[in-house]
């Protein structure tokens, strides 16, 4: 049976941007349309969520260890180009070789540019890479996933916060 590499289910801590704005002075009104070239949130954590996805997956044949499954939370942050910076396990995985797939992955993603108007370079992101045989493992180490997310939210300062980009 081969270890298939899965993302976990997108949680995003930014509120949507707006869409359009309007502001009225002394007898005016001004009206500030959304940028043309930018791209919206929803797009935005489609394309890096695949990205990340086929990352994954170039790592695992990378390192040719198909039988290994496991989970790891990968941090970074958002460098000026637009690629992960200040890449660090947040918390590893019981097998060396899932710690180096996601690490590697989150390395070789690439750019996440054009970003939506609310995500900033410098911004923190977490990733959660899992990579499972079977639906039933993956939701098994989702849940647990699910429940350290929680513990860490629960005892972090708001404005630390990581992004967390994932998919299903």
Known sequence: MYAKPVMAALCVFLALPVAAGARQGPGQLTVVAPDKDAISYEKWTDRTASRLSRSIRQATLLYRDSASTGYARVQFRLGEQGKPENIALAGSSASTSINRISMRAIRSI?????????????????????VANDATERENMLTSLRAEHRAQTMAQAEADRPILIAQR
């Not at 939506?116 to 890479?129: H, I, L, N, T």
């Open 110 to 130: 690439g750019s996440l540019y054009p970003l939506p108007q609310d995500v900033r370079s410098g911004s923190k992101f977490e990733a959660w890479v899992i």
